[in-house]
């Protein structure tokens, strides 16, 4: 069974506190993505990455860096976290081109107070 | 990069077929309609795509219009379980999936 994980359920951090989203993927796909979702705005990308070291910015990666050392790993990374970055991180993985299903984990829900 | 229109929400009967439009009258000739869903707290899950010729799969039917400027989702005996907002996308070119905000489909018992 295919399988994208992601570190934490729920995450609670203050103002300030650097913080890191962990993703895994045991599909040896490519491509690995993060997208963040808040009422009203669906779900919109910050980072992606096509290959190991690689990275792409997306639609909001202000405030966001990635980090991708193994093919499996992605992670998200928050420097100074801010209350306006509250919100649910979804990571998501994809082997190859658009056209190929896109499997995402169960999401990790932030909390910056 | 295709823009896509849907309802906002849209309720259906339990047991009846759940018809889900979606507009994208900007689509070019070689660009696949994609659909998702997303069942509260999961993150989404792949349904079906197409690019001209209607689709169909054990989840739904893709039935997509002659001139390709809209399709509709089709839940043929919608179960609870199909509440979930579902995203019609077209991918913009080969690397990213852009989600808009979906249609909220509620089944009612």
């Known amino acids: 069974d295919v399988k994208v994980t992601q570190s934490s359920r729920y995450l609670v951090k203050r103002t300030g506190e650097k913080v890191f989203l962990e993703c895994v993927q045991d599909m040896d796909h490519e491509n690995m993505f993060w997208y963040r979702q808040d009422p009203g705005l669906g779900l919109r990308l910050i980072y992606f990455?096509?290959?190991?070291?690689?990275?792409e910015k997306g639609d909001i990666p202000e405030g966001y860096s990635v980090s991708r050392e193994k093919k499996e790993r992605f992670s998200l990374i928050l420097e100074s976290a801010s209350t306006n970055q509250t919100s649910m991180y979804l990571c998501?993985?994809?082997?190859?081109?658009?056209?190929?299903?896109?499997?995402f984990g169960p999401g990790t829900r932030l909390t910056v107070l | 990069d295709a823009k896509t229109t849907q309802p906002t929400s849209m309720d259906c009967a339990e047991g009846r077929a759940a018809n889900l439009p979606c507009n994208h009258s900007?689509?070019?000739?070689?660009?696949?309609v994609y659909w998702y869903r997303q069942i509260h707290s999961q993150g989404p899950q792949y349904i079906i795509h197409g690019l001209k010729n209607n689709e169909t799969n054990e989840m739904a039917s893709l039935i997509i219009t002659e001139d390709r400027k809209s399709s509709t989702l089709i839940l043929p005996h919608a179960t609870l379980r199909d509440t979930a907002v579902y995203y019609c996308i077209v991918p913009w070119g080969n690397e990213k999936l852009t989600f808009g905000t979906g249609t909220r489909l509620t089944i009612i018992p």
């Open positions: 990455s096509y290959d190991v070291k690689m990275k």
């Open positions: 900007t689509i070019s000739g070689n660009e696949y």
């Open positions: 998501a993985s994809r082997k190859g081109t658009v056209f190929n299903e896109q499997f």
